[in-house]
């Protein structure tokens, strides 16, 4: 059900300059780049209620680039954020990400369930960071968060 009061991103990409990563993570990239443009609430401070907006992510400088654009392509803001805050989360998520992946191939249902909620647990830690650096620059809700946060760690695995 789509909702007109919030924005929402009609397109998604990557700086795809920083080259490829491993398959299980391109994969991850692509469902959360689908998942996105299905449902998400995108909102950035000063736009048009209930905006259409493109999303380019790029990691420039060690720092987190969000180029925002209106539907037909016009730059309407950039945001850089530091990627300071989200260097623990992140090193954590792709410790347990690489422990889930091997654990696929080797584990039993049980084993791989555990390190899948701990999964879960740091993703959503990271997504909170999101919304925190993001706050008073683009309101976002938490699956929004949860899969741009899925995004920020492939470019930085492969930054």
Known sequence: MADDTHGRLVDVELD???GRTTPDIEHERNVAIF???????????GAPEGG???????????????????EAGEHLVTHI?????FRKVIKDYFMICDSYYEAIRSSTPQQIEA?????????????????????????VDKDTARRLFTL??????RA
């Open 81 to 85: 954020l530091s990627l300071t805050p």
């Open 35 to 45: 998942d996105l443009i299905e449902e998400n609430r995108f909102d950035p401070e």
């Open 16 to 18: 795809e300059s920083i």
């Open 115 to 139: 390190i899948d909620m701990g999964r879960r647990g740091i993703h959503n830690d990271g997504s909170e960071t999101l919304m925190e650096r993001l706050k008073g620059k683009i309101a």
């Open 52 to 70: 259409r907006f493109r999303l380019k992510l790029s990691i420039a400088d060690r720092r987190l680039v969000f180029d925002i654009r209106d």
């Open 152 to 157: 920020i760690c492939a470019l930085q695995r």
